[in-house]
Nanobody, 115 residues
Framework: QVQLVESGGGLVQAGGSLRLSCAAS????????MGWSRQTPGKQREFVAS???????NYADSVEGRSTIYRDISRNTVYLQMSSLKPEDTAVYYC?????????WGQGTQVTVSS
């Protein structure tokens, strides 16, 4: 198993930038993939970005070109750098780790983008 701790959320003005961090309790290269999803009240959690153990990345169309997912292997941490933020990016952002038989989720971090 793995524990995930997110940080970096907060309040930012539209057009601004934010970096989210997800620290894992084990070597992230032993995890099939890690990623970020987000959720707003009354809506389903939606995929934002992911990075595989091999370093391949994938993004939702809604954040493509505005976000970068990357990792620091020495810190067992995955980051989501978001820029040109929009009010519709407001959500709770969750980090996840895809293991062989289960996906583990962090506790979430709130991102609020004001117009």
């Amino acid at each position: 198993q793995v524990q995930l701790v997110e940080s970096g959320g907060g309040l930012v003005q539209a057009g601004g930038s934010l970096r989210l961090s997800c620290a894992a309790s084990r070597n992230i290269l032993s995890i099939n993939a890690m990623g970020w999803s987000r959720q707003t009240p009354g809506k389903q959690r939606e995929f934002v970005a992911s990075i595989t153990s091999g370093g391949s990345t994938n993004y939702a169309d809604s954040v493509e070109g505005r976000s970068t997912i990357y990792r620091d292997i020495s810190r067992n941490t995955v980051y989501l750098q978001m820029s040109s933020l929009k009010p519709e990016d407001t959500a709770v952002y969750y980090c996840n780790a895809v293991l062989i038989s289960v996906t583990v989720w962090g506790q979430g971090t709130q991102v609020t983008v004001s117009s």
